[in-house]
């Protein structure tokens, strides 16, 4: 009984991890895990198992800027079970991360974004169980090509973080309810004299669409859209780039 007093309020309780098969992934991509769950000093009765993909986004509230935790999606695992004391679990995995998750392997400068998979032990009458795995999405082969497409331009990425709401162009709409800035800077090389270019993909199975929004030295922010397929060649996606910062 004193055993599981204590497990009740987090001493000795079962402990969760989630183990990625893969470094690094792209949005979209499905990946493998195995999530292991080792049993603390006594049984215990656990209610479910979830899984989710979180980032940290900006949002504004009563006019005071904040950063918040914020699901991109969740996994349901499991159903209640028992584990018994010191048992060891573990349970394969497969999933697939949205096409609009932010890119955290980014290379700015001030990298602000951060993804993670959260595992989430619903214990009855304890502490939850948790455990937090960080996922570093890389670009995808056609985001990489207006990556570069950037650069060839004279701009240099400085900045990367999530924001809360959506963006929309006369075509295409986000989904998940925050996006991603990738903001950039030009360097002494840069073509068309803009101050700032801040640039949100939002991809789809086919297609990836850009919203680029221009800060001009005249003239105020514009923002100018693009839809590129996905086996587009890099020297289209410079020339188009090229195109719209004109």
């Known amino acids: 009984m004193f055993k599981k007093i204590l497990a009740s309020v987090g001493i000795g309780g079962a402990k969760v991890d989630t183990l990625l098969n893969t470094e690094m992934l792209c949005p979209g991509d499905i990946f493998e895990a195995t999530i292991v769950i080792k049993g603390g000093g006594t049984e215990q009765d656990i209610s479910g198992l979830d899984l989710a993909l979180m980032t940290r986004v ?56 951060k993804v993670w998979i959260a595992t989430g032990l619903n214990i009855d009458m304890a502490l939850d169980a948790s455990d937090k795995d960080p996922v570093n999405v890389i670009a995808t082969s056609t985001q990489n090509k207006v990556l570069q497409g950037m650069d060839d331009c004279g701009y240099s990425l400085v900045k990367a973080d999530v924001e809360d709401g959506m963006v929309r162009a006369q075509n295409f709409q986000s989904s998940l309810g925050c996006y991603q800035e990738l903001e950039y800077r030009p360097n002494r090389f840069a073509l068309f004299g803009l101050n700032e270019v801040e640039v949100t993909f939002v991809p789809t199975e086919h297609q990836t669409h850009i919203l680029f929004e221009l800060d001009r030295n005249f003239g105020g922010d514009s923002y100018r859209s693009l839809s590129l397929n996905n086996d587009v060649s890099q020297d289209d996606v410079t020339s188009q780039i090229k195109n719209i910062l004109g």
């Open 58 to 113: 900006k949002v504004e509230r009563d006019d005071t800027e904040m950063v918040v935790n914020k699901t991109l999606c969740q996994w349901h695992i499991s159903d209640q079970f028992t584990l018994q004391a010191d048992e060891v679990r573990e349970i394969p995995f497969k999933g697939r991360l949205p096409l609009e998750t932010p890119i955290s392997a980014n290379g700015a400068r001030n990298n602000q974004t």
